[in-house]
């Protein structure tokens, strides 16, 4: 599938991003491939009784799986299918005992756990895979913006639920595309993951503080404070790249003796 190329990388990469998603997401939804993909789900999907169902068949896990940005998992199938029999009502389920929520938002959407299967689940995953596909074909040119659209679409998804603020963080702690982006807009290095959960919360929530104004999702979700922490980490990224790129060049430099 093709790479989505900018042009440029960083904060004016994600402008040019913004400016043009509408029009880039409208291709991927009419590029031949994406379009059977999502014809092929939509088509068979109401024939599927169970987990077992979905998992034994390879196109439609798919698209499942891509939908909600678990593609790694696709060979994983009887975890996914635990996962996608788990009840979500349950505290103590497989799903709920995850630290990363995109598996039960998964486990919600298909409803086989405990409920039944909505109505529009084809035109539902069609959307989420499409959007998806537009974000990992930004991320094959820039995966900085790939991960910045991510934080995006997942920040705006927790303005819609009414989970506390902790319960949020958790969620962002265990999401790691999601993490790796409050991690490089706060400066975190990698020795704050080997600290335990609880001091790693504080952490996070001091941090954003800081960086971003509060540590309520209430504002954390608004389009201005999601803005901000993109902006943020883009801009650590472009550092940290110049800094890289700079060292490389001086090493060049000494080896060849200039």
Do not use: C, H
Not at 148 to 170: C, G, H, P, Q, V
Not at 196 to 216: I, P, T
């Amino acid at each position: 599938m093709t790479a989505i190329f900018i042009g440029s990388s960083g904060i004016a990469g994600w402008k040019i991003v913004q400016r043009s998603e509408e029009r880039q997401i409208k291709a991927v939804e009419a590029d031949p491939i994406v379009q059977r993909s999502t014809a092929y789900f939509q088509d068979k999907i109401g024939g599927v009784t169970g987990a077992a169902d979905l998992v034994d068949d390879y196109r439609l896990l798919s698209t499942a799986l891509s939908a909600f940005g678990l593609e790694d998992d696709i060979a994983n199938k009887a975890f996914i299918r635990k996962v996608l029999e788990s009840d979500v009502s349950d505290a103590n389920s497989l799903v709920n005992r995850l630290s990363d929520k995109r598996y039960k938002r998964m486990a919600e959407a298909f409803g086989f756990g405990s409920a039944t299967q909505p109505a529009d689940l084809g035109q539902t995953i069609g959307k989420a895979f499409v959007q998806r596909e537009f974000e990992r074909r930004i991320g094959e040119g820039d995966e900085n913006l790939r991960l910045a659209l991510n934080a995006r679409r997942e920040l705006e998804d927790m303005a819609r639920r009414s989970s506390t603020d902790k319960t949020l963080w958790y969620e962002v702690m265990g999401n790691a595309p999601l993490r790796e982006v409050f991690e490089g807009a706060f400066g975190f290095g990698d020795s704050y993951g080997q600290l335990d959960v609880d001091r790693q919360l504080e952490e996070f929530m001091n941090a954003s503080e800081r960086y971003l104004g509060s540590s309520s999702f209430a504002d954390l979700t608004e389009a201005g404070t999601i803005d901000k922490l993109i902006v943020n980490f883009l801009a650590r990224s472009q550092i940290q790249t110049g800094e890289v790129q700079n060292r490389y060049s001086t090493a060049l430099a000494l080896l060849s003796g200039g």
